[in-house]
């Protein structure tokens, strides 16, 4: 059976690297309230903080976009899951099976070592990407809190 929502909550921000703190804040003061261990705590802050920071870096270049928004929801279900949702309106990912791979990066600053998606992926237990060109991407990062009975 599907886990039925017991609880959503809604930001928008401005995709500037400031915002990238907010977010995982938001998103750690969410999850604080479903009993997460803190090693879960830990990897939301660092799976969200991946996931905006693409966002920033990645979907709007600054040529072509002004006042560029990131959207972030997040669900709690009644399995004490969550579900967040991380959406932009940029240039979208033609090949998301090649950007999900480790290493790979179309950063050519020589900044970026092609992580994100890979730790994402490590640290939730679902990582969903969504994307189109020149319309935007949406990432949904999941994970069940709380101790696992035995
Ligand atoms: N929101 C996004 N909009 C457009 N392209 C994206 C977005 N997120 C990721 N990408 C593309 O997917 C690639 C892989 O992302 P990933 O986060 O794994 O690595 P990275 O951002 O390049 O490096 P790192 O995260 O290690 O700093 C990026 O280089 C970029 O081309
Ligand atoms: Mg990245």
Redesign the pocket.
């Known amino acids: 059976m599907m886990p039925s929502l017991t609880n959503i909550v809604k930001c928008s921000f401005l995709a500037i690297s400031e915002n990238e703190a907010f977010a995982r804040s938001v998103a750690v003061s969410f999850a604080a309230r479903s009993s997460p261990t803190v090693t879960q705590l830990a990897d939301i802050k660092c799976a969200v903080s991946?996931a905006v920071?693409?966002?920033i870096?990645?979907?709007y270049p600054p040529d072509r976009f002004d006042k560029p928004m990131v959207e972030m929801t997040l669900r709690h279900f009644d399995d004490n899951s969550v579900a967040i949702t991380i959406k932009?309106h940029?240039?979208?990912?033609p090949d998301i099976k090649a950007?999900r791979e480790p290493l790979?990066?179309?950063?050519t600053t020589g900044e970026?070592?092609?992580?994100?998606?890979?730790i994402m992926e490590s640290l939730m237990d679902n990582v969903k990407v969504s994307s189109r060109v020149n319309k935007g991407?949406t990432v949904t990062l999941k994970l069940r809190l709380g101790v696992p009975d035995c």
């Not at 940029?90 to 990912?93: A, N, S, T, Y």
């Not at 970026?112 to 890979?118: E, I, K, V, W, Y």
Request: hydrophobic letters at 35%; a negative charge; glycine letters at 16%.
């Open positions: 991946e920071t693409n966002c870096v990645h979907a932009d940029g240039v979208g990912i950007a790979f990066t179309t950063d970026r070592s092609g992580m994100g998606f890979a991407t």
